[in-house]
């Protein structure tokens, strides 16, 4: 079983709708948690991390659930350049080694 | 957060050389990381660059495929020897300032292996 999954999608949405995204881990000792945005052939990007009483950053909000050992990613209101992929991230140990997700699709169609 | 910037960006290579891949952070980080990530998949942790000690390598990579060095807090390299096709990749470091703290990512290399 992979540490971390997540649906790949494609999730292709119009502009203005809500999508939402979840990423299951197995290790119930995971200690932290992120969401990151990655663009086509470039690096990615923290989009944010993900705290345990749940978080909101204008039209994004992530929330844990550690008893289902999941985390979430909701787009409000989405835009164009909401496009992308959004991988979440977990860190296992005291290490901070992340293991990623495989990451979601999301095209926001005009 | 810190800036971290990759050389190359990208190289064509053949197969039986090796590369050197140089990552520099513009400001001391605890921890700096390799990933790999092939097309369409996700990020696969090579190692850890550890300051003034062996990296630590995760299953599946071992120290001959992939020496790394990290002299100091704000550098690192990662040396992609006996190059194959197999190992055409984009190959990210990363950096962080902490456990629990969020990995940064540099600009990555794009290497191709002919």
């Known amino acids: 079983r992979k540490e971390v999954e997540q649906d790949p999608g494609p999730f292709n949405v119009p502009e203005g709708a809500t999508v939402a995204f979840n990423c299951t881990y197995s290790?119930?000792?995971?200690?932290?948690f992120f969401w990151y945005r990655q663009d086509c052939r470039k690096e990615p990007k923290l989009l944010m991390s993900?705290?345990?009483s749940g978080n909101e950053d204008g039209r994004f909000t992530a929330q844990l659930n550690r008893a289902s050992q999941y985390i979430s990613l909701l787009i409000r209101d989405s835009k164009l350049s909401d496009s992308a992929t959004y991988l979440c991230?977990?860190?296992?140990?005291?290490?901070?080694?992340?293991?990623f997700g495989t990451g979601t699709s999301l095209t926001v169609i005009p | 957060s810190a800036v971290i910037s990759q050389k190359p960006s990208r190289d064509i290579c053949q197969r039986g050389t090796s590369l050197t891949i140089q990552c520099q952070v513009d400001s001391q980080v605890t921890m700096m990381f390799w990933y790999r990530q092939q097309p369409g998949q996700s990020l696969t942790l090579i190692a850890t660059?550890?300051?003034?000690?062996?990296?630590?390598?995760e299953s599946g990579f071992v120290i001959d495929k992939f020496p790394i060095s990290r002299p100091n807090l704000t550098f690192s390299t990662l040396t992609v020897s006996n190059m194959s096709p197999e190992d055409s990749s984009i190959y990210l470091c990363s950096a962080s300032d902490g456990v629990n703290q969020p990995q940064h990512f540099g600009d990555g290399t794009r290497l191709s292996i002919l």
């Open positions: 991230a977990v860190n296992l140990n005291t290490g901070n080694q992340f293991y």
């Open positions: 993900v705290y345990s």
């Open positions: 660059a550890n300051q003034g000690s062996e990296a630590t390598y």
């Open positions: 290790n119930s000792a995971s200690q932290s």
